[in-house]
Structures are given as structure tokens and as C-alpha cells.
């Protein structure tokens, strides 16, 4: 199992950008993915879950309205689209797969190498 997360980089705030994670040995209607983040001395947290049916979708409190996850089952991809980013959105993410659509880090089985956002005021 392989989980590939793109589409980091720098951008100024109220800037957008679209993550990626394209997942490979697994089906995504079997499992849930979710993104992740951790900024520098922080613990990670969880950002946005979609379930393997798709129907499930959940946002942490400090994105909703900003953040949309989506999927392309074709493509076996799962994306992250970022509107209105701010200083605080910077921060290493990560993409994961585990059998239930939570925001619990340790919940998940498989772990994507992470993709740095930066948020300039």
C-alpha cells in the first residue's frame, strides 16, 4: 500500500491550493482517508475524513467552509481543496487510510510521506 500526497507549497494568505493523495494497493471504497497536520512543535491533527462510501465526510472546526475533500474513485485519488488560507493553515499534511472515517491519527493503518504548506501573511 502506497498513499502519495502533492500539491503543497508556499502561497500567500487568502491564497488557495489543492492537495492530493494518490492512493495505490488499496481500493478507496474499502477504506476511509483522511488528512492530516502537523505544524512545527505541534501534534498532529486531523483536518478532514471521507469515508469508503463517500457519504461521510467530516471537517475539523477551524476549516469547515474553507477546506472541501473529494475523490476520484477512477483515479483512486483523494483531494483536498484549500480556499482562504491563512498563516495558521501552515504545516506539514498528510494523508492516511484506515478502515473508519475518524480524525483520530493512531486509528489509521497506512501513512503518506506528508507535503508542506506554507501560509505567508
Known amino acids: 500500500v502506497q498513499l502519495q500526497a502533492s500539491g503543497g507549497g508556499l502561497v500567500q494568505a487568502g491564497g488557495s491550493l489543492r492537495l492530493s493523495c494518490a492512493a495505490s494497493g488499496l481500493n478507496l471504497q474499502d477504506y476511509a482517508i483522511g488528512w492530516f497536520r502537523q505544524a512545527p512543535g505541534k501534534e498532529r491533527k486531523g483536518v478532514s475524513v471521507?469515508?469508503?462510501?463517500?457519504?461521510?465526510?467530516y471537517y475539523a472546526d477551524s476549516v469547515k467552509g474553507r477546506f472541501t475533500i473529494s475523490r476520484d474513485i477512477a483515479q483512486n485519488t483523494v483531494y483536498l481543496q484549500m480556499n482562504s488560507l491563512t498563516p495558521e493553515d501552515t504545516a506539514v499534511y498528510y494523508c492516511?487510510?484506515?478502515?473508519?472515517?475518524?480524525?483520530?491519527?493512531?486509528?489509521?493503518?497506512?501513512w503518506g510521506q506528508g507535503t508542506l504548506v506554507t501560509v505567508s501573511s
Open positions: 492516511a487510510a484506515g478502515r473508519w472515517p475518524v480524525m483520530t491519527a493512531p486509528r489509521y493503518d497506512y
Open positions: 471521507i469515508g469508503s462510501s463517500g457519504g461521510t465526510i
